[in-house]
């Protein structure tokens, strides 16, 4: 690296905490989050690291807003808006400034975007993979937010987006899978890349009491609903034909159709959100659908016993051989 940790923290970093006073323009040992009142502060953390969650060979500005992204994902999946976030960067021997001026413009662009700001942060090196901690802060009021332990027998599972995007898009960067057609593979590889947290929609289901549970799908939809099942103490039922999947990745795996459906269900890095509701909702559910512009499919439903069944086409459950991603 040609500039020292400081002269990185002035020239690239303090910029994306001016717009948040209580930063300090970075140049003190912390930052003040100043309650508000009749307001919760909504905490989340995760680590990003070359090799696990993205390729050293993605843009720098695409792992930028990953890492912020999936973070703003946890923020949507308990209903509340961002505010500020702060940033670990473990750089090694690969990074240089131009690498770290295309990562901060990113983030610059991102938290215009999502209203937030950087509010602090640790730079450090690593003799290991490039690893990145974002923490982020939102608010929700008082007491209120989404959560796993909600769901009820007689509910609908409903999910937004589109699933198994990303995880092909990893596959053909991988080149474990081919495609002729360049856009639906530039499109499969930017999912990948850049996922698109559902803000708007975890803060309507919150505020307008459409939805009590809900959560991010990460690590792979039945993996994922898996936690929502436990802390429940509910069961769920999905069926294939209802499960989101995009016109690029149908034709993607058009020809392997037992793989096409365990990535869209047990793929992750979708960062999609999937909550339940009460049937009553569906209309308000399909208005907020349009006013979003955002897919919302009705992919199941909440019944009694434990854990999570893909109902198939021809009426056998689908087994697969894991529910989602595990780091162990
Ligand atoms: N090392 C840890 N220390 C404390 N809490 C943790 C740790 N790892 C995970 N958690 C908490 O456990 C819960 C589940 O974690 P995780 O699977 O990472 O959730 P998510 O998929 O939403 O990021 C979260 O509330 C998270 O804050
Ligand atoms: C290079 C690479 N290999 C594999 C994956 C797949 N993958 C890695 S972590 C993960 C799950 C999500 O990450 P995690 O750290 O569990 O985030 P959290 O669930 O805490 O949000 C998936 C699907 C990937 N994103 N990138
Ligand atoms: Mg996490
Ligand atoms: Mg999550
Ligand atoms: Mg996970």
């Not at 970075?26 to 989340?44: F, G, R």
């Not at 499109?187 to 289901?205: A, M, T």
């Not at 009590?212 to 999905?238: C, Q």
């Not at 159709?257 to 339940?276: K, M, Q, R, S, W």
Request: hydrophobic share 40%; with cysteine; charged share 20%.
């Amino acid at each position: 690296m040609e500039k020292s940790e400081f002269d990185l923290i002035k020239s690239y970093f303090a910029p994306l905490a001016s717009g948040y006073e209580e930063a300090f323009d970075l140049l003190n040992d912390a930052a003040l989050i100043s309650e508000k009142p009749q307001a919760s502060t909504v905490v989340t953390m995760d680590t990003l690291i070359a090799g696990v969650h993205f390729l050293m060979s993605d843009p720098a500005g695409d792992i930028a807003r990953k890492c912020l992204r999936v973070n703003l994902s946890d923020l949507a999946a308990m209903g509340a808006a961002a505010f500020g976030y702060s940033l670990s960067m473990a750089y090694n021997s690969q990074i240089d400034v131009g690498w770290v001026k295309e990562f901060t413009t990113a983030l610059g662009e991102d938290q215009q975007r999502f209203s937030c700001h950087l509010i602090g942060g640790d730079t450090v090196v690593t003799p290991g993979p490039l690893t990145i901690t974002i923490t982020c802060f939102g608010s929700v009021a008082r007491h209120q937010c989404l959560k796993r332990n909600t769901a009820e027998v007689g509910e609908d599972v409903w999910v937004s987006g589109d699933l198994g995007d990303s995880a092909a898009g990893l596959k053909l960067l991988n080149k474990e899978l081919d495609v002729s057609d360049a856009e639906a593979r530039a499109q499969l590889i930017h999912r990948y890349r850049v996922p698109e947290p559902r803000c708007d929609l975890g803060i309507e289901l919150l505020q307008n009491a459409i939805s009590r549970t809900a959560m991010d799908v990460s690590d792979g939809l039945l993996a994922d609903l898996g936690h929502i099942a436990r802390a429940s103490n509910i069961a769920v039922e999905l069926y294939e034909d209802k499960i989101p999947r995009s016109a690029a990745f149908s034709a993607l795996m058009s020809s392997s159709p037992d793989l096409g459906l365990a990535l869209a269900v047990t793929g992750g890095d979708d960062y999609e959100i999937v909550f339940t509701s009460d049937p009553a909702q569906e209309q308000a559910i399909q208005e907020l659908s349009r006013k979003l512009s955002l897919k919302l499919s009705k992919i199941g439903k909440v019944v009694s016993g434990h854990g999570v069944r893909l109902i198939c086409r021809n009426g056998k459950t689908f087994l697969p051989t894991k529910a989602g991603w595990t780091h162990f």
